[in-house]
């Protein structure tokens, strides 16, 4: 395991000191202090590696951020060039790709987007230039171009392990009919087989109201599951029906008799122990609502959403019990700090997956260069968001820690992050 995050040093009034140590047969650290002018460009010679991001347009805000996270964890003495490149430029990502590749860089970071990634990745693997992409499409990983983004298979392999760990057995899903949904019901039938459960039952919904409550009666068996209402005893008396009826031989005594104490009807468990949901904002408020309503509760049914969430947590009380995976947030301390050091605001997440993919770049090319056998080592790599792993195929595999919502709202960790990476594949 390779260690890709920088401590801050306030007392470096300038170099830095990128070093990449190896314990005998396990781990190995990668660390660095802050120091230098982001991005200065200290290495002499043809650029390095190339960065493709959008610069302008409606994500040059974004591509902006992701540039100064990889200028930060290329800024000690020695490091490679960055060679930056706007995709939203004329000619795309494409054309960004086969300028840098003409510059002689080793090895490509970016673009942002699965369109982007797409279009780059037949120059680079031609080539023979490994790609490390920011996206989170999965479907674009290959041998060669490796996925850097959280994906949603990412997410729910380690729900489902995390679930199977706990006793849950049958799974379920209740999905946006979207790419989202799509992913994640994919990612879920995939961690089933893989783990030798039965096939999940999923049901697609669209936003409307009437097709999420009857996706959910449908998926709950809720009609099934209902007790019988109960028998209305037989009048023993006269009435308005029968007004001939005979009395009861008491009845002289018109006090009336209490009733018998209700009995709470008890609702058996849906056909399913385990719910993926991928939803958010108002579509989720019905969700929960008909979940309310079709007896689908936190005691019967281990409930598990995306790592979207996180944002929003606070807000999510009436789930309490269901989980998410995502990054440990205490991961990324260090970055943050020197990232707001430097350019006096805090990151945003997606910045991340830049600073790493800089941080590896420039030690593999300090190193030997960027080869497969290098960027696939077994142990992986520590990253600003914990463990992470680049396998032949593009898959990474990330160390996620499952987050539990709270009654109250928010979320606490009640499984950690793994810290052996070779333990279970994703």
Request: proline share 8%; hydrophobic share 40%.
């Amino acid at each position: 395991m390779s260690r890709l995050r920088k401590g801050v040093s306030t007392g470096l009034a300038a170099g830095t000191f990128l070093t990449l140590a190896a314990c005998s047969g396990g781990n190995s650290s990668l660390t660095s202090g802050v120091g230098g002018i982001p991005g200065s460009g200290q290495a002499s010679g043809a650029h390095d590696v190339g960065l493709i991001l959008p610069l302008t347009g409606r994500y040059g805000a974004i591509g902006a951020r992701m540039r100064d996270a990889a200028k930060l964890a290329l800024s000690s003495q020695g490091s490679p060039v960055l060679d930056v490149h706007d995709s939203n430029a004329a000619g795309g990502a494409a054309q960004a790709a086969h300028d840098a590749l003409t510059r002689g860089d080793a090895m490509l970071l970016g673009p942002l987007t699965a369109t982007g990634t797409a279009a780059l990745a037949p120059l680079a693997v031609e080539a023979g230039k490994p790609v490390l992409a920011f996206t989170s499409d999965s479907t674009q990983a290959r041998p060669g171009v490796w996925v850097m983004g959280l994906t949603p298979e990412q997410q729910v392999r380690r729900m489902v392990d995390a679930a199977r760990a706990t006793g849950r057995k049958n799974f379920a899903a209740f999905l946006p009919d979207n790419a989202l949904g799509h992913a994640m019901a994919e990612g879920l039938q995939r961690a089933c087989r893989d783990d030798g459960l039965k096939d999940p039952q999923i049901v697609f919904h669209s936003m409307d109201v009437q097709t999420i409550d009857d996706g959910l009666k449908s998926l709950s068996d809720i009609a099934n599951r209902q007790p019988p209402a109960p028998e209305t005893p037989a009048p023993t008396g006269p009435s308005a029906v029968d007004p001939t009826a005979d009395s009861p031989a008491d009845s002289t005594t018109l006090t009336p008799q209490p009733a018998a104490p209700a009995v709470a009807a008890v609702v058996p468990p849906p056909p399913f122990d385990a719910l993926l949901l991928a939803d958010t904002g108002v579509e989720l408020g019905r969700i929960i609502t008909a979940l309310h309503a079709d007896q689908v509760t936190s005691d019967q049914v281990q409930i598990m959403g995306p790592a979207l969430w996180k944002a929003f947590d606070g807000k999510l009380s009436a789930l309490h019990g269901a989980w998410y995976a995502a990054p440990d947030a205490k991961d990324r301390n260090g970055y943050v700090a020197q990232y707001k050091a430097v350019y006096h605001q805090a990151p945003s997440p997606v910045t991340d997956f830049a600073y790493d993919a800089a941080a590896l770049a420039g030690n593999l090319m300090k190193q030997g260069g960027p080869t497969v056998q290098a960027l696939t080592r077994p142990d992986g790599y520590m990253g600003v968001d914990g463990l992470f792993r680049l396998r032949a195929d593009g898959h990474v595999t990330r160390a996620l820690a499952i987050f539990q919502i709270q009654r109250g709202g928010g979320a606490r960790i009640v499984v950690p992050a793994s810290r052996d990476i070779a333990v279970r594949p994703s």
